[in-house]
């Protein structure tokens, strides 16, 4: 169900106890905590995005959450040094 992300975090966390080096479940479970604004959850889940190396688009879409999360937290800084790195701002 669209939006329902507790629902969604439980499924994963069930994926992730059978496999946990699944990365496109641990990439939901970050995209379900980024939605539900719990960035400090955020920022461990994605304190190695090396990770993610194998999948490009997923690495960069959570690299920019991690951004996001930075900037909510207000690490400005670090976010905008992620951002630059990742070549989304000038």
């Given at each position: 169900q669209t939006g329902s992300y507790d629902s969604a975090i439980r499924a994963v966390k069930s994926l992730l106890a059978l496999d946990?080096?699944?990365?496109?479940?641990?990439?939901?479970l970050i995209v379900c905590e980024s939605a539900r604004e719990n960035y400090a959850k955020v920022l461990a889940l994605t304190e190695d995005l090396d990770e993610f190396a194998g999948n490009v688009q997923q690495q960069q879409a959570l690299t920019y959450l991690r951004a996001l999360a930075l900037?909510?937290?207000?690490?400005?800084?670090?976010?905008?040094?992620?951002?630059?790195r990742m070549g989304g701002l000038k």
């Open positions: 946990p080096k699944d990365a496109w479940a641990k990439g939901l900037q909510k937290t207000d690490r400005h800084p670090e976010a905008r040094a992620l951002m630059e």
